[in-house]
Antibody
Framework: QVQLVQSGAEVKKPGASVKVSCKAS????????IHWLRQAPGQRLEWMGW????????KYSQKFQGRVTLTRDTSASTAYMELSSLRSEDTAVFFC???????????WGQGTLVTVSS | EIVLTQSPGTLSLSPGERATLSCRAS???????LAWYQQKPGQAPRLLIY???SRATGIPDRFSGSGSGTDFTLTISRLEPEDFAVYYC?????????FGQGTKVEIK
C-alpha cells in the first residue's frame, strides 16, 4: 500500500534551517510529483511547492521562494524539504503529499511538527 | 492567487442528518481541479473528492461533490459518527494551490 513516512518533530531557533524527509513506499517513486504543505496552528493549509520525483524539476510558491528548497533521492525513494531563516511564524506542521488521483493530493505523510523558539 | 471561502465555519448536526458544505472561489476554477479533504485532529488530510464530483478510492457513497465555476458543494447524505471532522476545499487549477479555511462539522 502507498505510504509516505516523514521524519520526526524538530525544535529550532530563529534564523536556523530545518530539513524534513518524506520516504515513499508502495509505488514507483519516480512516477509521481511530491508536494509540500504547511499548516500553522489554527490556520488553513498552505501549499509550499512541488518536486517531480522523476526529473527533479521544482516549482515554489512565491511566499516561500528563496527560503525553501525541495530535493529528492531516487535511490532512497525520499523527498526532502529544507526551510531556512526560520522565524516563530514558521511554527507549524509540515506535510508531504503525492500528486496522484486526478492530480489531487491522494496520499499524505503523517506530518512533521517544526517548532521555532528561542 | 485564487481565494477559497468556505461556509459555514461550523456546522452543528446530529448523526443521521444531512450536511451541506459550501466553497466559493474568488475566480472561476475548472471543475477538473477542485478537491475536498477531511481532516481529524492530529491527522493528515484525507482526499474525499477530486475533480469536483469524483469520489476517491474507498470513500463511501454518502459523500458527494458538485458545482462549477466559482461555487462548489460537498454533501454528506447521512452523517456517521466518524464524519465529525474539519473539511477543506482545495483548488489545483492555478498555482499556487490554495485551500479554504475549513468547515468544522461537530456533533450537536
Amino acid at each position: 500500500q502507498v505510504q509516505l513516512v516523514q521524519s520526526g518533530a524538530e525544535v529550532k531557533k530563529p534564523g536556523a534551517s530545518v530539513k524534513v524527509s518524506c520516504k515513499a513506499s508502495g509505488y514507483t517513486f519516480t512516477s509521481y510529483t511530491i508536494h509540500w504543505l504547511r499548516q500553522a496552528p489554527g490556520q488553513r493549509l498552505e501549499w509550499m511547492g512541488w518536486i517531480s520525483a522523476g526529473n527533479g524539476n521544482t516549482k515554489y510558491s512565491q511566499k516561500f521562494q528563496g527560503r525553501v528548497t525541495l530535493t529528492r533521492d531516487t535511490s532512497a525513494s525520499t523527498a526532502y524539504m529544507e526551510l531556512s531563516s526560520l522565524r516563530s511564524e514558521d511554527t507549524a506542521v509540515f506535510f508531504c503529499a503525492r500528486d496522484g488521483t486526478g492530480s489531487a493530493n491522494d496520499f499524505w505523510g503523517q506530518g512533521t511538527l517544526v517548532t521555532v523558539s528561542s | 492567487e485564487i481565494v477559497l471561502t468556505q461556509s459555514p465555519g461550523t456546522l452543528s448536526l446530529s448523526p443521521g442528518e444531512r450536511a451541506t458544505l459550501s466553497c466559493r472561489a474568488s475566480q472561476s476554477v475548472s471543475s477538473s481541479y477542485l478537491a475536498w479533504y477531511q481532516q481529524k485532529p492530529g491527522q493528515a488530510p484525507r482526499l474525499l473528492i477530486y475533480a469536483a464530483s469524483s469520489r476517491a478510492t474507498g470513500i463511501p457513497d454518502r459523500f458527494s461533490g458538485s458545482g462549477s465555476g466559482t461555487d462548489f458543494t460537498l454533501t454528506i447524505s447521512r452523517l456517521e459518527p466518524e464524519d465529525f471532522a474539519v473539511y477543506y476545499c482545495q483548488q489545483y487549477d492555478t498555482a499556487p494551490r490554495t485551500f479554504g479555511q475549513g468547515t468544522k462539522v461537530e456533533i450537536k
